[in-house]
C-alpha cells in the first residue's frame, strides 16, 4: 500500500461520538502542525511529493478521494469517515479530487511548514523515485 489505513479508537454514546488519536495509538509521530481544509470546491488540489514530510489526514465531514503515486504505481482512498484516517509518508506524490461542498479535512503534520520540502514538478518527483525499488 502507498499509504497505511489508520482506524481511530471511538467512544459513542447517548451524547454522541468521541473520537481520539494519540501518539502510538492512531498517531505514529508528534505532530508540530495541523492545517485544515474548508469551503471545499470541485477543484482538484495537491499535486505534489514531500521530501520528508509524513502527515494523518482526516475526512471530519463530507467526502473526497486522495490519489497516491509512488512514480510506478497508484493507488485511490475515498475519505468519507471521520474515525478512519490515512498516514501519508514522504516522497508519494498526492492528489485530491471529487470534494463534496461540505468537506472538511484535518491534516495533522510531524514537520512545521517548510517549501523546500515540496516536490512539484511530476518530472521531478518521478526522476527522484526512479531507483526506488519501494
Ligand atoms: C499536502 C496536502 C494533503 C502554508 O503557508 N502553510 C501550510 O502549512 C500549508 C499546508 C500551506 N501553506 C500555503 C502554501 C500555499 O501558498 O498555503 C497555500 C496552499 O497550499 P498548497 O497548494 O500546498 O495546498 P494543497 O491543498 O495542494 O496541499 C496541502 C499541503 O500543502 C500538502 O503538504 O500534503 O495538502
Not at 38 to 58: C, F, I, K, M, N
Not at 89 to 114: K, P
Request: charged share 30%; aromatic share 10%.
Amino acid at each position: 500500500m502507498l499509504y497505511e489505513k489508520i482506524s481511530l479508537k471511538q467512544f459513542s454514546d447517548e451524547r454522541g461520538r468521541l473520537t481520539v488519536a494519540e501518539l502510538g495509538d492512531g498517531l505514529p509521530f508528534l505532530v508540530k502542525r495541523i492545517y485544515f481544509l474548508t469551503e471545499s470546491q470541485d477543484l482538484p488540489r495537491g499535486y505534489h511529493a514531500h521530501h520528508e514530510l509524513r502527515q494523518l489526514v482526516l475526512c471530519l465531514h463530507g467526502s473526497c478521494d486522495m490519489v497516491f503515486d509512488n512514480g510506478r504505481r497508484k493507488e485511490t482512498v475515498h475519505l468519507d469517515n471521520p474515525c478512519e484516517g490515512v498516514i501519508l509518508g514522504s516522497m508519494i506524490w498526492r492528489e485530491m479530487h471529487n470534494f463534496t461542498r461540505d468537506c472538511v479535512l484535518l491534516v495533522l503534520a510531524d514537520q512545521c511548514y517548510d517549501e523546500k520540502d515540496y516536490i512539484r514538478n511530476y518530472d521531478e518527483f518521478l526522476r527522484l523515485t526512479k531507483g526506488d525499488p519501494a
